[in-house]
C-alpha cells in the first residue's frame, strides 16, 4: 500500500487538463504506465486513486452483498463516473467534465494527497473548508484516534 502526502495547486487548462505534480509523481511507484481512476467523493471533490489502489478497493466493494439494497445504492453511486485515466506524454491528465461539474471545479484547483488517494479540489472550496475548523480539533482527534472497535486504543492490558 502507498503512502501519498502533500498538498499541490493546479490548474486546468482549456481542455480541462490538469498538469500532474512532480512531487506527487516521485510519491507513486512505477509499474509500466501511470494509470490512476478518478471518481465522485465525499464532500463534493474528486477522488484520484492509482489503479492498483483502485482495483483493491474495487475489489472490496464487488464483495458487497447485492441482494441488500443499501449495498446496490451505495455500489451505484461509489461507481457513478470513475473513469480510468493515463497520464499523457506531457504528464497531463484530462479529467471528465461530467465530474468537474459535479465538484464545481472550474480552473483552479487543490490535491490533497494522503493515504493511497488524492483528493481533487475547486481551490476556493477546499480554502473554506479549511477555514471551517472544528471548534475543538483536539476533542475531535480524541473521539476519531481514540476508539478502535470501542476500545481505547491506548489502554494498556
Do not use: H
Amino acid at each position: 500500500m502507498i503512502n501519498l502526502i502533500g498538498e499541490f495547486d493546479c490548474k486546468l487548462d482549456e481542455k480541462c487538463r490538469m498538469l500532474f505534480p512532480a512531487g506527487l509523481k516521485k510519491q507513486i511507484p512505477v509499474s509500466g504506465e501511470m494509470k490512476f481512476v478518478i471518481s465522485r467523493g465525499f464532500e463534493q471533490c474528486l477522488v484520484l486513486y492509482p489503479k492498483t489502489e483502485w482495483d483493491q478497493i474495487s475489489n472490496e466493494v464487488n464483495q458487497l452483498n447485492m441482494y441488500n439494497r443499501k449495498n446496490r445504492e451505495f455500489v451505484r453511486y461509489f461507481y457513478r463516473g470513475a473513469t480510468e485515466l493515463t497520464l499523457d506524454l506531457s504528464n497531463r491528465l484530462l479529467i471528465p467534465k461530467s465530474l468537474l461539474t459535479y465538484a464545481g471545479i472550474n480552473k483552479e484547483i487543490t490535491l490533497f494527497a494522503y493515504g493511497n488517494r488524492v483528493e481533487i479540489w475547486d481551490k476556493n472550496k477546499y480554502e473554506t473548508l479549511l477555514t471551517d475548523e472544528p471548534e475543538n480539533f483536539a476533542v475531535l482527534a480524541e473521539e476519531v484516534m481514540c476508539k478502535k472497535d470501542n476500545k481505547d486504543i491506548y489502554e494498556i492490558s
